[in-house]
């Protein structure tokens, strides 16, 4: 399932300096992707905006804008989709876990799932 979407928001804030911006400086399309609908895989494509930072005192001159509940820096799967395969990762890891994973309609490779795990925090000792 392939939805296309842009944000509509007028100002969007720097990550750096928390300073709002309307000042737009590109557009370009992003793909993220969602938890499945039916068993079928979810395939959002954002377009979303970069932003000049008005505070000259700020070292992040150009931004992009962040979806909440959506995206995040640098990501390619949606935050629900992130929390629910690092929870099939701890539970399963490896190849069930990709099993687990494809049958619920988010294929992942097993290196991935092991890289989840991986990328988590120590628990604190007690």
Do not use: N
């Not at 392939?2 to 944000?7: D, G, P, Q």
């Amino acid at each position: 399932m392939l939805i296309a979407a842009r944000t509509v928001a007028a100002k969007a804030s720097c990550p750096e300096c928390g300073l709002p911006s309307a000042r737009v400086h590109s557009r370009y399309r992003r793909t993220v992707w969602d938890l499945a609908t039916c068993g079928r895989p979810v395939k959002v494509e954002l377009e979303v905006r970069r932003f000049f930072c008005g505070e000259p005192s700020c070292d992040r001159k150009i931004f992009t804008e962040q979806v909440d509940g959506l995206t995040q820096r640098h990501a390619r799967r949606s935050t629900d989709l992130r929390a629910l395969l690092t929870s099939i990762a701890i539970a399963l890891a490896g190849r069930a876990g990709a099993r687990m994973a494809c049958l619920i309609g988010a294929p992942i490779s097993r290196s991935t799932l092991l890289r989840m795990v991986r990328a988590l925090p120590d628990p604190e000792v007690g």
